[in-house]
T-cell receptor, first 116, second 115 residues
Framework: AQSVAQPEDQVNVAEGNPLTVKCTYS??????LFWYVQYPNRGLQFLLK??????LVKGSYGFEAEFNKSQTSFHLKKPSALVSDSALYFC??????????????FGKGTRLSVIA | ETGVTQTPRHLVMGMTNKKSLKCEQH?????MYWYKQSAKKPLELMFV???????ENNSVPSRFSPECPNSSHLFLHLHTLQPEDSALYLC??????????????FGPGTRLTVL
């Protein structure tokens, strides 16, 4: 079975400082990893994904994430946080498949607060 | 978010009512999904449709009944719901690929309150 963990319910960071939102995963097979962001009263917006290739993935709004196979992690990062980055962030994983449909499994989310 | 639209955005219903949620995707995708988002819980996948055929039903109670008349439209029919069914219901779509590398795009959700 596949699973994803976001160990922090809440992350607080000062505006202008670097931010990290942590994600670890567990799959049997090659993982496909995704990050989504949810603003209040909105749906989930896709930020970035790792499929294969370069371990550092760049996405929307200046976010990036690094795939680390040995640590089974896919942490989301941004060099300089903005107040407008304050939102709920979700990590998700799907295992590569040879046949059939495997679901996208989401973490419980991490609330990021960027303080001016 | 204009790629996937959901109506209504808010819905309040009694336990004996019948209502429907509507989702429409304008992205040309072939797969559509219903998710339930409750406070303090991970997103729960409810149903998956691929080329209008239901491919997944995650043990969802029969008071939730999905309908997918074509690849662009998805409905969730609700009847005799319980207060614990109050949640944000999210629709998503993707261009399903055999490799599983497709990205799901979400609508803004319908906030459902069951009294």
């Amino acid at each position: 079975a596949q699973s994803v963990a976001q160990p922090e319910d809440q992350v607080n960071v000062a505006e202008g400082n670097p931010l990290t939102v942590k994600c670890t995963y567990s799959v049997s097979g090659n993982p496909y990893l995704f990050w989504y962001v949810q603003y209040p009263n909105r749906g989930l917006q896709f930020l970035l994904k790792y499929i294969t290739g370069d371990n550092l993935v760049k996405g929307s709004y200046g976010f990036e994430a690094e795939f680390n196979k040995s640590q089974t992690s896919f942490h989301l990062k941004k060099p300089s946080a903005l107040v407008s980055d304050s939102a709920l962030y979700f990590c998700a994983v799907r295992v590569s498949r040879n046949s059939g449909n495997t679901p996208l499994v989401f973490g419980k989310g991490t609330r990021l607060s960027v303080i001016a | 978010e204009t790629g996937v639209t959901q109506t209504p955005r808010h819905l309040v219903m009694g336990m004996t009512n019948k209502k429907s949620l509507k989702c429409e995707q304008h992205l040309g995708h072939n797969a559509m999904y219903w998710y339930k988002q409750s406070a303090k819980k991970p997103l729960e996948l409810m149903f998956v449709y691929n080329f209008k055929e239901q491919t997944e039903n995650n043990s969802v109670p029969s008071r939730f009944s999905p309908e997918c008349p074509n690849s662009s439209h998805l409905f969730l029919h609700l009847h005799t719901l319980q207060p614990e069914d109050s949640a944000l219901y999210l629709c998503a779509s993707s261009q399903d690929k055999p490799t599983g590398t497709d990205t799901q795009y979400f609508g803004p959700g319908t906030r459902l309150t069951v009294l």
